[in-house]
T-cell receptor
Framework: GAVVSQHPSWVICKSGTSVKIECRSL??????MFWYRQFPKQSLMLMAT?????????EQGVEKDKFLINHASLTLSTLTVTSAHPEDSSFYIC???????????FGQGTRLTVV | QKEVEQNSGPLSVPEGAIASLNCTYS??????FFWYRQYSGKSPELIMS????GDKEDGRFTAQLNKASQYVSLLIRDSQPSDSATYLC????????????FGKGTKLSVIP
């Protein structure tokens, strides 16, 4: 399968600071990238969908001013958690796909802990 | 509301047995179907994709799709303890195939 790399794999930050997470498709061009959040023992929750060169589409209940998504190129999308708080601590996962109807491949995930 | 339903389990099978995982979906326009495996604390990993009715085999895994009945299943033959994980069904729905919808997953436990 194709390779999607996510960085960092874990991060600890202080409450009130911002954290940027990168998601790269290493061997293919991703027209669409998805960002998910997963709390312990719960299912994946889609946060937003981003297409290269356009604004991200956020799911209901996800604050777009708090979770900034940039999909500047066909191989890179970033998620910035602004003014992080302890309740933002979670496992954040990106996935990427070449085209509609094709498989989506996941990055390794980023475990964020806000203290 | 496009829905993907899975039995949350846990599904327990003895080592060497066949594990059968099922998924039903609500959107008749669905075209692409995927099974992902997620180990605890890790991100999902794609294990099978299926696009047309019938069976698709890959090693110990067989995906089965029945669009008329709106279900897709995953069979794991000769189950191993390393197969213990949560299995997620994912489906692209409708025209445009823009949104990938996941089920909540079935937790499989293979007992040595």
């Amino acid at each position: 399968g194709a390779v999607v790399s996510q960085h960092p794999s874990w991060v600890i930050c202080k409450s009130g600071t911002s954290v940027k997470i990168e998601c790269r498709s290493l061997d293919f061009q991703a027209t669409t990238m998805f960002w998910y959040r997963q709390f312990p023992k719960q299912s994946l929750m889609l946060m937003a969908t981003s297409n290269e060169g356009s604004k991200a589409t956020y799911e209901q209940g996800v604050e777009k001013d708090k979770f900034l998504i940039n999909h500047a190129s066909l191989t890179l999308s970033t998620l910035t958690v602004t003014s992080a708080h302890p309740e933002d601590s979670s496992f954040y996962i990106c996935s990427a796909r070449r085209d509609r109807n094709t498989e989506a491949f996941f990055g390794q995930g980023t475990r964020l802990t806000v203290v | 509301q496009k829905e993907v339903e899975q039995n949350s389990g846990p599904l327990s099978v003895p080592e060497g047995a066949i594990a059968s995982l099922n998924c039903t979906y609500s959107d008749r326009g669905s075209q692409s179907f995927f099974w992902y495996r997620q180990y605890s604390g890790k991100s999902p990993e794609l294990i099978m994709s299926i696009y047309s009715n019938g069976d698709k085999e890959d090693g110990r895994f067989t995906a089965q799709l029945n669009k008329a009945s709106q279900y897709v299943s995953l069979l794991i033959r000769d189950s191993q303890p390393s197969d213990s994980a949560t299995y997620l069904c994912a489906i692209y729905s409708g025209a445009g195939s823009y949104q990938l919808t996941f089920g909540k997953g079935t937790k499989l436990s293979v007992i040595p």
